[in-house]
């Protein structure tokens, strides 16, 4: 499966995004992709997960940095899962990257998106 993300721009600090990620194929069967995430990754700084959704509990998780303002979900008919990103501060300036795996963890993601940039000024 190719994932391939949009939505990515340039936004002033309180501002919303989504982002969009399509699925090349139908990714809502839980094998081998039980999870659905994006990451994302600051100049200088580490790859680190924003959002997890776990595709057969319907289950979410979020680090404590964007809880309350992203939300991770997806339009199985469309094979295609969103970031709804709001109140953004300039600290979430990022490449983001959608992803598809066995679990939220950078070693067992089997498949990325090529990545869109977020910048908040």
């Known amino acids: 499966v190719q994932l391939v993300e949009s939505g990515g721009g340039s936004v002033q600090a309180g501002g919303s995004l989504r982002l969009s990620c399509v699925a090349s194929r139908y990714i809502t069967l839980p094998y081998p992709y039980f999870y659905l995430g994006w990451f994302r990754q600051a100049p200088g700084q580490e790859i680190e997960r924003v959002a997890c959704l776990h595709l057969e509990r319907d289950a979410t998780d979020y680090p404590d940095s964007v809880r309350s303002r992203f939300t991770i979900s997806r339009d199985a008919a469309k094979n295609t899962f969103y970031l709804q990103m709001n109140n953004l501060d300039p600290e979430d300036t990022a490449v983001y990257y959608c992803?598809?795996?066995?679990?939220?963890?950078?070693?067992?993601?089997?498949?990325w998106g090529q990545g869109t940039q977020v910048t908040v000024s």
């Open positions: 992803a598809a795996g066995r679990a939220c963890r950078i070693p067992e993601i089997d498949t």
